[in-house]
């Protein structure tokens, strides 16, 4: 089955304790990418990357890193978490293309709370 | 900057009704909308995807309409069921590195 998963699904940690949130697709997709949901702002883009070893910044990377060394995998790391990095978190994985016709696969999500 | 916005915020309908979201934009230059459901503690259901190209998209009970010129998009949900009962997210490719600009969507209940 095609499908984008996330690991863990929920997290309750301390500020400060480095955390990684796991993203592995099996679709062969090259671009994958990290969404925050906050109630209000709906997802903003954190990372994305469009290949291996090829990662850029969203529209707030901020506090967040990210690796991409092999295809499937897409990693998200919160080197020191901080409460209003207290989100819902998504992966998301797409074929790589600019024709216009590439629907992105979203994993179930990862709650982070961090107090 | 691209804008999303969609109205309403919620919606309540009883069965068998038709119904119709509405998602709007900013930009123009977009390279596609994509229909997205989001039901509680789950992810992100595509639902269906709109070229730049295409006027329109239908799955089953659903059809999707884009009006780039105006900035407009519209999920039309035929017979709705309580089984639809979810939040309803447009968002929007400008084909910048593949980022999808989201709304914050509608939710949406079907009573019996």
């Known amino acids: 089955e095609a499908q984008v998963t996330q690991n863990p699904r929920y997290l309750i940690t301390v500020t400060g304790k480095k955390l990684t949130v796991t993203c592995s697709q099996n679709m062969n997709h090259e671009y994958m990418s990290w969404y925050r949901q906050d109630p209000g702002l709906g997802l903003r883009q954190i990372y994305y990357?469009?290949?291996?070893?090829?990662?850029d910044k969203g529209d707030v990377p901020e506090g967040y890193k990210v690796s991409r060394k092999e295809k499937r995998n897409f990693p998200l790391i919160l080197e020191s978490p901080s409460p209003n990095q207290t989100s819902l978190y998504f992966c998301?994985?797409?074929?790589?293309?600019?024709?216009?016709?590439?629907?992105?696969?979203f994993g179930d999500g990862t709650r982070l709370s961090i107090l | 900057k691209q804008e999303v916005t969609q109205i309403p915020a919620a919606l309540s309908v009883p069965e068998g009704e038709n119904l119709v979201l509405n998602c709007s934009f900013t930009?123009?230059?977009?390279?596609?909308l994509q229909w997205f459901r989001q039901d509680p503690g789950k992810g992100l259901t595509s639902l269906l995807l709109i070229q730049s190209s295409q006027r329109e998209q239908t799955s089953g009970r659903l059809n999707a309409s884009l009006d780039k010129s105006s900035g407009r998009s519209t999920l039309y949900i035929a017979a709705s069921q309580p089984g639809d009962s979810a939040t309803y997210l447009c968002a929007v490719n400008t084909g910048t590195a593949s980022k999808l600009t989201f709304g914050t969507g509608t939710r949406l209940q079907v009573t019996l």
């Open positions: 990357s469009m290949n291996v070893e090829v990662t």
């Open positions: 930009d123009s230059a977009i390279y596609n």
């Open positions: 998301a994985s797409s074929p790589w293309g600019m024709d216009g016709n590439q629907p992105q696969h």
